[in-house]
C-alpha cells in the first residue's frame, strides 16, 4: 500500500510540474513557486511521513540531481558569450559573493545564527539558479550580450559558492590562504579533467553513434566523471561544468583541433539535447516538491527573515552593478540582470550535506520562494517600461518610462 501511495504521488507531482511549466510560460509565474507550496501541502496532509530525509539513497539522487542540472545549466553557455562577458560576469561574481555574503551573514547572525550557519546563509543567497535562468530567457527578449553575461555570471557565483560551502564543511580550520588556493587549485584542476574527458567521450561516441542509447550513456558517463575528480581531490562540480562546457562547444573545438577533419567531433544532436531537457525537468520538479516538505509552518517567521534576506541581496546586488555596469548592455536589460538572482538548485541540494536546524532549513526555503517571486513581480513590471528598484520604491514607488530610464542606470 505505501508503495502505490508513494508512486500515486510522484505521478500526481510530475503532472503538476507540467501544468506549472504552462503556467509559468503562459502567464509568466514560476513553476518553483508552486512546486515548493505543493510540497508544502503534501507534508502537511501527511502524505510524505514515511520519507526518510537521511536516507543515503536520498542523498545519492539528490548528488545525481546536482550533478546532472549543472550539466544542463552549463550546455547552452557558449566559449565565445565567455570570453566576451567572463571579465566583467566573473568580477561581478566576485563582488557579489564578498558583499551579498557580508551583509546576510551579520543580519542572520543579529536574528540569532550561529556564526557559521549565519555565514552559510550568506553564501547560499549568493547563488543564481541558473535553470530558472534560462526558463526566464526563453520568454523574455534579451540582447545576446546581457544573455551571456547573466548565464556565465550565474555559474561563476554557484561555483565560488559550492567550492567555499564544501571547503567549511570538509575542513575545521582554514586560512583564506589556504582557501584561495584550494579554490585555484580546485578550478584548474577539475577545469582539466572535465576538458579532458569530454574530448574522449565525443571521440568515442561517434563511434558508438546516436541510436545506441548514447544519451544514457552519456548520464553514466557523467557519473564517473564526478566521482574520478572526486577521487583524485578535484571538484566534482566544476569537472562536470567544464565537461558540459566542452560538450556544448564542440563545433567550434572541432574546427580548432581538426582543420583537416571538421567532422571528426560533432555537438550533442537536437534529439539528445531534448532528452536531456525533459530528464532535467523531472529532477527539477521532483527536488523542488522535496524542498517544499521540509516547510516547518510553526515557524514561519522564519520564512519572513528569508524574505528579508533576500531584499537586502537584492540591494547589495543593485549596488554592484553600479560597479560592472557596462555600456553595450541595454539599460533594460540591466534592470533585468538586477532581478534575476532568483535562488534554487544549489540551497537545495546543499542542505542536505549542510545538516542545520529547522529555523536554518524554513530560512532557505523562505529565500527561495520569495526571489523567485519578486522576480515574478519585477519581470513584468519592466517589460512594461517600468523600473521597480527597491531602493526607488521605497523611496518614491514605481515610476513610468521617461526618456531618463534610457539615459541612467538607476538603482
Not at 159 to 177: C, D, G, K, P, R
Given at each position: 500500500?505505501?508503495?502505490?501511495?508513494?508512486?500515486?504521488?510522484?505521478?500526481?507531482?510530475?503532472?503538476?510540474?507540467?501544468?506549472?511549466?504552462?503556467?509559468?510560460?503562459?502567464?509568466?509565474?514560476?513553476?518553483?513557486?508552486?512546486?515548493?507550496?505543493?510540497?508544502?501541502?503534501?507534508?502537511?496532509?501527511?502524505l510524505?511521513?514515511?520519507?526518510?530525509?537521511?536516507?543515503?539513497?536520498?542523498?545519492?539522487?539528490?548528488?545525481?540531481?546536482?550533478?546532472y542540472?549543472?550539466?544542463?545549466?552549463?550546455?547552452?553557455?557558449?566559449i565565445?558569450?565567455?570570453?566576451?562577458?567572463a571579465?566583467?560576469?566573473?568580477?561581478?561574481?566576485?563582488?557579489?559573493?564578498?558583499?551579498?555574503?557580508?551583509?546576510?551573514?551579520?543580519?542572520?547572525?543579529?536574528?540569532?545564527?550561529?556564526?557559521?550557519?549565519?555565514?552559510?546563509?550568506?553564501?547560499?543567497?549568493?547563488?543564481?539558479?541558473?535553470?530558472?535562468?534560462?526558463?526566464?530567457?526563453?520568454?523574455?527578449?534579451?540582447?545576446?550580450?546581457?544573455?551571456?553575461?547573466?548565464?556565465?555570471e550565474?555559474?561563476?557565483?554557484?561555483?565560488?559558492?559550492?567550492?567555499?560551502?564544501?571547503?567549511?564543511?570538509?575542513?575545521?580550520?582554514?586560512?583564506?590562504?589556504?582557501?584561495m588556493?584550494?579554490i585555484v587549485?580546485?578550478?584548474?584542476?577539475?577545469?582539466?579533467?572535465?576538458?579532458?574527458?569530454?574530448?574522449?567521450?565525443a571521440?568515442?561516441?561517434?563511434?558508438?553513434?546516436?541510436?545506441n542509447h548514447?544519451?544514457?550513456?552519456?548520464?553514466?558517463?557523467?557519473?564517473?566523471?564526478?566521482?574520478?575528480?572526486?577521487?583524485?581531490?578535484?571538484?566534482?562540480?566544476?569537472?562536470?561544468?567544464?565537461?558540459?562546457?566542452?560538450?556544448?562547444?564542440?563545433?567550434?573545438?572541432?574546427?580548432?583541433?581538426?582543420?583537416?577533419?571538421?567532422?571528426?567531433?560533432?555537438?550533442?544532436s537536437?534529439?539528445?539535447?531534448?532528452?536531456?531537457?525533459?530528464f532535467?525537468f523531472?529532477?527539477?520538479?521532483?527536488?523542488f516538491?522535496?524542498?517544499?516538505?521540509?516547510?516547518?509552518?510553526?515557524?514561519w517567521?522564519?520564512?519572513l527573515?528569508?524574505?528579508?534576506?533576500?531584499?537586502?541581496?537584492y540591494?547589495?546586488?543593485?549596488f554592484?552593478f553600479?560597479?560592472?555596469?557596462?555600456?553595450?548592455?541595454?539599460?533594460?536589460?540591466?534592470?533585468?540582470?538586477?532581478?534575476?538572482?532568483?535562488?534554487?538548485?544549489?540551497?537545495?541540494?546543499?542542505?542536505?550535506?549542510?545538516?542545520?536546524?529547522?529555523?536554518?532549513?524554513?530560512?532557505?526555503?523562505?529565500?527561495?520562494?520569495?526571489?523567485?517571486?519578486?522576480?515574478?513581480?519585477?519581470?513584468?513590471?519592466?517589460?512594461?517600461?517600468?523600473?521597480?528598484?527597491?531602493?526607488?520604491?521605497?523611496?518614491?514607488?514605481?515610476?513610468?518610462k521617461?526618456p531618463?530610464?534610457?539615459?541612467?542606470?538607476?538603482?
Open positions: 500500500m505505501a508503495i502505490t501511495l508513494s508512486l500515486f504521488i510522484i505521478a500526481i507531482i510530475i503532472v503538476f510540474g507540467l501544468i506549472a511549466k504552462l503556467i509559468f510560460s503562459k502567464y509568466k509565474v514560476p513553476d518553483v513557486m508552486l512546486l515548493i507550496l505543493l510540497g508544502t501541502l503534501l507534508s502537511h496532509f501527511g510524505t511521513g514515511g520519507l526518510d530525509l537521511g536516507s543515503p539513497m536520498l542523498s545519492v539522487l539528490i548528488t545525481i540531481a546536482l550533478i542540472v549543472v550539466f544542463n545549466g552549463a550546455l547552452p553557455i557558449k565565445r558569450a565567455v570570453f566576451s562577458s571579465k566583467w560576469a566573473f568580477v561581478s561574481a566576485i563582488l557579489n559573493f564578498i558583499a551579498i555574503t557580508t551583509g546576510v551573514t551579520l543580519v542572520s547572525f543579529m536574528f540569532g545564527f550561529e556564526l557559521k550557519m549565519a555565514l552559510t546563509l550568506g553564501m547560499l543567497l549568493c547563488v543564481m539558479d541558473g535553470s530558472i535562468i534560462n526558463s526566464i530567457l526563453e520568454i523574455v527578449k534579451f540582447s545576446k550580450r546581457a544573455e551571456a553575461f547573466i548565464q556565465v550565474s555559474a561563476f557565483v554557484d561555483i565560488i559558492v559550492i567550492v567555499a560551502i564544501v571547503a567549511m564543511i570538509n575542513i575545521q580550520e582554514i586560512s583564506l590562504q589556504t582557501f588556493q584550494q587549485n580546485f578550478i584548474f584542476l577539475s577545469s582539466a579533467i572535465g576538458v579532458a574527458f569530454a574530448l574522449g567521450w571521440s568515442l561516441a561517434k563511434k558508438i553513434g546516436t541510436r548514447l544519451s544514457i550513456a552519456t548520464i553514466a558517463m557523467l557519473l564517473l566523471v564526478y566521482v574520478f575528480a572526486e577521487q583524485f581531490s578535484a571538484n566534482g562540480v566544476i569537472t562536470i561544468f567544464a565537461f558540459a562546457i566542452t560538450i556544448g562547444n564542440l563545433k567550434i573545438l572541432s574546427k580548432v583541433m581538426y582543420k583537416k577533419d571538421q567532422e571528426s567531433i560533432e555537438p550533442l537536437a534529439e539528445q539535447k531534448h532528452f536531456f531537457s525533459d532535467s523531472i529532477l527539477r520538479t521532483l527536488l516538491v522535496f524542498i517544499g516538505t521540509l516547510v516547518d509552518l510553526q515557524i517567521k522564519y520564512l527573515l528569508g524574505l528579508l534576506l533576500v531584499i537586502i541581496a540591494i547589495i546586488r543593485s554592484i553600479k560597479i560592472v555596469y557596462t555600456g553595450d548592455i541595454p539599460l533594460k536589460d540591466i534592470l533585468m540582470m538586477k532581478i534575476m538572482g532568483t535562488k534554487g538548485m544549489t540551497p537545495v541540494v546543499l542542505i542536505s550535506l549542510i545538516a542545520g536546524s529547522t529555523e536554518f532549513t524554513n530560512t532557505i526555503i523562505g529565500a527561495i520562494f520569495f526571489s523567485v517571486l519578486l522576480t515574478a513581480i519585477a519581470i513584468p513590471i519592466i517589460e512594461r517600461g517600468h523600473n521597480p528598484s527597491i531602493s526607488r520604491f521605497i523611496s518614491s514607488g514605481f515610476k513610468k521617461t531618463q530610464l534610457e539615459q541612467e542606470n538607476s538603482l
